[in-house]
């Protein structure tokens, strides 16, 4: 396994802001449990993940879960970095709702500057309107870092092949601010094909039709995960960090129902496999749950109303 001088900090100062951006109820973070928090110990974990019988195993340093938005983003970053890179779709193609995506919110990017658009709209303007939005449920301090990296992490994908038209609007008038950034055609696929496309040219590996099991947890510490490959067979992937981009549960009707959602946001929710997989994982690795403490979206608005 190669190995690499790759931070917590450094990753999410890159792919980590900006997958965050285009995230809607999607899950990024590097995984660690910790089994004094949280809503299951790590024990649980490693006691459900020991059933498995793997048929293969393989070694990397970063795998990711999702080939979303965010997916895509972190697995870029994480090959520009030098790490061995795996990333993982349950689907057969790559994109989830990414691919149903016209644009993204950016503030202060080279595009805005060019354009000549934006450079009136303030930071503090974008979180009140954030924190009407979701009824002050919001992490101010975590958007902070988002909306402050969202221009530099346009410009960087850019630098991989990203697509854009030559418009940043107010969303052709629906939204409040100059600050989308719309994909060339309006095609979600100009973001993904290419961010996929430069993540394989680094070294990264792309499974699809592969689906994320459960973590292994040994003594607090996730070393990697089980999947399901599309044969069937189960493989060990060992890695220094997971990253979980697998979407959110709007199509998961156990947990829709526990917190008290109408079930009727669950149809026409773009693609399959909003299962809550990523966050039922987390969880039984001993991560805090905080999707109570968050407002409910059924698709991607948030930024793209500003």
């Known amino acids: 396994m190669k190995s690499t001088n790759l931070s917590r900090r450094g990753f999410l100062q890159g792919a980590g802001a900006a997958a965050a951006v285009v995230a809607t109820a999607g899950m990024l973070a590097g995984c660690s449990a910790n089994s004094s928090e949280g809503n299951a110990d790590s024990s649980a974990a490693g006691a459900s993940a020991a059933a498995y019988e793997p048929a293969e195993s393989m070694d990397v340093d970063i795998v990711v879960v999702g080939a979303g938005s965010s997916g895509v983003a972190a697995a870029v970053q994480a090959a520009e970095l030098g790490a061995t890179t795996l990333l993982l779709e349950k689907n057969t193609k790559c994109g989830g709702n990414g691919q149903l995506t016209e644009g993204m919110f950016a503030l202060n990017s080279q595009m805005q500057k060019d354009l000549g658009v934006g450079d009136d709209v303030t930071f503090r303007q974008i979180i009140a309107a954030e924190q009407e939005f979701f009824n002050y449920r919001i992490n101010a301090l975590l958007w902070k870092d988002m909306v402050g990296a969202s221009g530099d992490d346009i410009d960087w994908m850019a630098s991989h092949g990203v697509k854009f038209s030559d418009v ?31 993540a394989e040219s680094m070294g990264a590996t792309v499974m699809t039709e592969t689906s994320a099991l459960d973590l292994i947890v040994d003594n607090g510490q996730v070393k990697g995960l089980y999947v399901e490959k ?42 399959e496999g909003h299962d809550g997989d990523g966050l039922r994982m987390a969880i039984a690795a001993g991560a805090n749950d905080v999707s109570r403490e968050r407002c409910f979206l059924r698709e991607a608005y948030s930024f793209l109303r500003y």
């Open 168 to 198: 940043v609007d107010d969303y052709h008038g629906l939204g409040k601010f100059d600050c989308f950034h719309w994909f060339e055609d309006g095609k979600g696929s100009n973001y993904i094909d290419p961010m996929v496309a430069s």
């Open 230 to 271: 599309a044969d069937g067979s189960i493989l060990q992937v060992n890695a220094k960090a997971v990253i979980l981009c697998s979407g959110g549960y709007a199509q998961n009707e156990e947990i829709m129902l526990e917190r008290g959602w109408d079930l009727t946001y669950s149809h026409n929710n773009g693609i």
